[in-house]
């Protein structure tokens, strides 16, 4: 295959194929969540916006005031859902955050425009909501997966104001982008996700981070080590895109694949875990880091 053709990208960012046991993964990650929200305190499906797609998952923690890790989940934007990441909330909140997860409509339902406003509402909703549930509003930290580290990335340049006037202008006071992809030029000729996202050339400059000014939070970006090169050249690119300023950390983590990472992401030993818990200035973070 040579390099930028279709067949190329399509193997490069079509990580169920890539990954062998994704879908053993995947329903991992689906049955231990039921067991999360099962076992935990926990206020589910409550409504930031008028359309169904637009609610959250909110998981407490026994600490009060604690910062507030919100995650978006990946999925190409077409799939997956807040569900499937109750599993990453129990380690967190064991460690004095509150975690919140919100959905957000689909493609091809939606336009890829569409799915940035929403949460941009569900942001607002955490901000002005989060002490109801013993949160800190003022220590909002934001990570996504996959194509939740794109919202990500574009939500850490958003600006509030313009959102509404009773929110902060730091609102987000850190974000993390988990195999993230932050330059959608290569995905508008990716074929197994062209009839879903219909991006044109517009569409990929408007909704790229790496055209963004740089944010004033500090982002961080890692990528699992046993990623396509391709994914690991997105999580460069913003750290180019943006500088070591505001892209801090910027890594590979290694023995990781594009589904794995997340297991590293919940475990209170895994390097993702310690740069999540870095940025929300969890009293307890890692003095080595």
Not at 164 to 182: E, N
Not at 210 to 219: D, G, L, N
Not at 257 to 270: E, S, T, V
Request: charged content about 20%; proline content about 6%; glycine content about 6%.
């Amino acid at each position: 295959m040579s390099s930028r053709s279709p067949a190329w990208l399509d193997a490069q960012y079509n990580n169920r194929a890539r990954v062998s046991d994704s879908a053993v993964l995947l329903e991992r990650w689906a049955s231990t969540s039921r067991f999360v929200r099962e076992q935990m305190a926990c206020s589910l499906d409550l409504a930031y916006g008028a359309a169904p797609s637009e609610r959250l998952d909110v998981f407490p923690s026994d600490v009060s005031q604690a910062p507030v890790l919100v995650v978006l989940h990946g999925g190409w934007w077409r799939a997956l859902d807040k569900s499937d990441m109750s599993f990453l909330a129990s380690a967190f909140t064991e460690e004095g955050a509150m975690v919140v997860i919100p959905n957000y409509a689909l493609c091809p339902e939606v336009s890829m425009d569409r799915i940035p406003l929403q949460l941009t509402q569900a942001l607002a909703w955490v901000w002005r909501h989060a002490a109801d549930f013993g949160g800190d509003p003022n220590r909002i930290v934001l990570l996504g997966h996959s194509a939740g580290g794109h919202l990500a990335a574009m939500l850490s340049c958003c600006d509030w104001k313009a959102v509404a006037s009773d929110l902060p202008r730091h609102l987000i006071k850190g974000a993390m982008s988990v195999s993230g992809v932050h330059d959608l030029g290569p995905i508008r000729k990716t074929p197994f996700l062209q009839a879903d996202l219909r991006l044109d050339a517009a569409a990929v400059r408007r909704l790229s981070p790496v055209h963004f000014p740089a944010p004033e939070a500090p982002f961080c970006a890692v990528v699992g080590a046993d990623e396509s090169a391709e994914f690991k050249r997105q999580n460069r690119l913003i750290r180019q895109a943006w500088g070591a300023r505001a892209v801090p950390v910027c890594e590979e983590i290694a023995g990781c694949n594009h589904f794995d990472i997340l297991h590293d992401l919940a475990d209170p030993a895994g390097r993702s875990h310690l740069l999540a818990r870095r940025l929300l200035d969890l009293r307890w973070y890692s003095p080595l880091l």
